[in-house]
């Protein structure tokens, strides 16, 4: 009966879910189809969170809402935060749901109707989510009612009290208990290897009037107090006192009615026609334990609540009060069973409590929830502050991560976030983005971004963050602003344009895979203990490190979360073992690769040995998990014996083994990983919040024999989908597919270009699909045999293309070139003759073969021209666009050295002469302006040649220039942090600024071949 409610209970969320609208103006359902039109002018998941950290006015409401729509927003995400209302620190909390705040709301959301808008909600002033603006506990005002005060609702937490004592069974001691609420008191004895489980006590019934009477036996002893605490307003946002008290207790229902009483319903009493059409959906932004063990705030402390004793008593069919030591102290494999089920039980209480409350009232309001969670930059150690990952995005519409003040590739947010999507079947992913980057941030380092997000499977990106105001105290919260103050402002919209078609590649059609990366997360919430960083650095370092090198070969993969694969009840994930493939709710897999875990459940080593017998492969480094986690030590050993063929955790000798079914073991040993003595080295929050260098990605030495071992070892056992000539780790791909065609989404997370043959497992006639551009072109040169296509590419610095595969149509139906010395400018088809213009950039030979219904056809002609670049150096006129301060004469470089204060526009300016021969017929001239920082305008002749955001700043200025004299201007911007220093720290203040150079006029040919097929 309990199966089949279960059943049920997953059915009605399935349907229910796939009826509820999708949250943002581009979404679209899982398995559709990329059209050429919408790749050209893409409605595309991309939102900014919209701070309303000002007076908010009408006209600017109004003005800020059209601007945001003319650069190509459709969906925007309306955020209350500091400096609402009025002035900067005070009042907002007041101000927060106040009839002047909805009355402002209801404009603002009247506006974004007219305009189109979809408007997405945020459940909070400020953050994080969960407390309203400090009314769950303290009351207060909504609109006209008044909220009573419920200060019990606080966050909650259950600290052990340690007292050593030595008794001889003679008389009677006291002692006072500490404060808070008295869970349990266990008493045990001691000896040189710690407590001696057998002797655990429970003598909280000896406890009367806040002290403990007990006779010690004889011996050293323990006792050990359990006593449920409040954590003190302050936790949470900030300290001051101007904010609210906070937080709730996520983990207590009636605290979770309150803040949707307070808040969603209220939104929905007042605007109940605009759900489901206006408002498509509502943020939830970083609810947590907020017992803040990582941050230092209640060391030695866990997550609690009133009613956890009993729900985990019904979860896991034994009473914990006996057994709370064994959270804190010991490494035994009932240590790991009861932490494993503690952190499990714990995360499903938080799962059913929030998460799981606010998802079925959005289903039943027609909207999303959707958002992200507490610290997921912490990786494994955000277990601990918001527990397992996977069971918090069990209940979002779309699985989300705080992509915030950073950018180390190594890092494993965006596939953790697309990863669950998957997991669960949800169509999509989601980031918040660029959150504390500070006002040095970049264009050209967003659209890297993006590309890395995107190439993850990450297609829902929420931009943090346009700023109503940045005056005052404004502009040094969590910077920048990305749009009304910025100095890119005019040409915002050619990121827009960019980040939406990459978003709309990333959201269309359903990912392909083949190879799943094991998420450990029993062996987290087992080995990590309360406060021992150690083994999960450790463990993240193998994580990190092989999910980095695998991604770098160009692999693609997919995170399975181990409770979903053990067939946790909670996750209702679809499990089952198939001739070689490992089937995870729909997604296929013929490789699983274990990285340095260290013990995992016998459940998911029962899968993964059926797994191997099917014909699967596995591959392990580092470590065997040798140590069960539920208990079944006995399933745990059956696996490695019978896959590995050893017991052993750390076997110093790679084993590589197979069965009849084609099954294949693999275990790569890492004799020079980092190791517990370097890591105990490191501060301990240094651990919690950062991997070291070996797992940064960019750091990451893959001449390493154990990277060369973990490549061979994939490449032996993985299909390959994408092939490179060489090895180029900065290259990621996006396999997907739909209605007939498979297209990859491919990215350049470098400042060099790239230029290889790509080798494809698709066939069909390829297309290249120009994200900055828009544009589409059929591939000119291409190469078809075994079932693969081989393309040329060119991926310039930070670049990113998409090649498309019409999987119904022939390759071979037109003439196409499968070899170009040269680059293909031009390809035309007429009939059975190829006209194609290629550009030369050398003298010499340029050589082309072309194909047709198999049969090849080979041209080769000298280019003759002496084509050599030209630098143009020496001094430059220079003015800063703008400023009190007369032309002078310099030469390249920074002027950040000379005017650190000023942000905005320099002009370079210089008189070059051009010889007539540069300007003869077919030729075309380049002028590269080398290193910019950070936006380069050019005009030559007064005349406008384009403006470049991003590398490369390279301008063609052939119809511009004349025989002889030609004057040439440069227009520089930089970035905003000059003029208000960066805003988050580890950053240079004020950074290098202007023209660096080297510029060069950089010369070409252009050449015309034909090729026939066609009778003479």
Known sequence: MKNLWQLTILTSVLVVQQSVPMALAGSAGSDSGISREEFRAPVADLAPFWFWNGDMQPEEIERQLRAMKEVGIHSVVFHPRSGMGGQFGKGEVEYYLSEAYFERFKFALDTCRRLGLKVILYDEYNWPSGYAGGRVLKG????????????????????????????????????????????????????????????????????????????????????????????????????????????????????????????????????????????????????????????????????????????????????????????????????????????????????????????????????????????????????????????????MHRAGIDQIGQRQMGLINPKLASSAARLFGVPHALSETFGAYGWGLTLEQMKAIINWHATSGVDTEILHAFYYSIEGQRKEESPPDLFYHQLWRDQFHRFVEDASRKLYLASRGRHVADIAIFYPASAIMSEGGVMNFVPLAKMEEYFLSASVAIRAAQYDFNYVDELALAGNKDLQVPVSVSAKTLNVNGFAYSVIVLPGVPAMSGAAAEVLEQFYESGGKIIVIGMLPVRATDGQTALVRHFLSSVFGTEEATPKERIDRNNGAGGRAIYVPIPNMVSDAELAKLPPMALAVMPSSIARGRDLDYSQPWVQQLLQAVSQSAHRDVQLSGFHPPVAFLHKRGEGKDWYLISNDSAETVTDDFTFSSTGAPSIWDPESGEIREAPVFRQESGRTSVPLKLLPYGAVAVVFERGTPADAKPHLTHSTAGVMESKVTGERLHVTVLAEAQGPVALTATYRGRLVTRSLEQADRLESVSVGGPWGFHLEGAAQPSVSRGLGTWTDTWPDFSGTAWYEKEIVVDRDWLGEGRRVYLDLGEVKNIGDVRINGKSAGVRLWLPYRFEITGLLKAGPNQVEIGVTNTLANRYGQGRPGLPEKPPSGLLGPVRLVPAKVLQIEFSWAKE
Not at 165 to 170: I, T
Not at 334 to 358: C, G, P, Q
């Open 140 to 395: 207060g005002q909504v609109g006209n009612r008044q909220v009573p005060p419920n200060p019990e609702y606080i966050a909650k937490h259950l600290a052990m009290v340690e007292v050593p004592v030595n008794g001889e069974g003679r008389t009677e001691s006291v002692w006072k208990v500490p404060e808070g609420k008295l869970v349990s008191v266990i008493a045990a004895k001691v000896d040189q290897s710690g407590l001696i489980r057998s002797t655990f006590t429970n003598v909280t019934s000896a406890v009367t009037r806040g002290s403990l009477k007990w006779r010690v036996p004889e011996g050293n002893w323990r006792l050990m107090f359990f006593m449920q605490q409040d954590s003190p307003p302050g936790v949470g946002p900030g300290t001051a006192e101007e904010l609210p008290p906070c937080c709730p207790d996520l983990m207590n229902p009636a605290a979770i009615n309150k803040f949707i009483s307070v808040t969603h319903d209220e939104y929905y009493r007042r605007f109940p026609e605009y759900f489901g059409s206006t408002i498509t959906a509502i943020f939830t932004d970083e609810p947590g334990f907020l017992n803040n063990r990582i941050d230092g705030v209640f060391p030695n402390t866990v997550p609690w609540t009133d009613a956890f004793p009993a729900f985990f008593e019904q979860k896991k069919g034994y009473s914990l009060t006996n057994l709370l030591p064994l959270i804190w102290v010991g490494e035994s494999e009932e240590n790991a069973k009861v932490r494993t089920d503690f952190w499990d039980a714990l995360s499903t209480l938080y799962m059913d409590t929030y998460f799981r409350r606010i998802y079925d009232w959005c289903q039943a309001h027609r909207i999303e929830s959707i958002g992200h969670v507490l610290e997921d930059s912490l990786r494994f150690h955000r277990t601990f502050e918001g527990g397992d990952y996977f069971k918090t995005m069990r209940f």
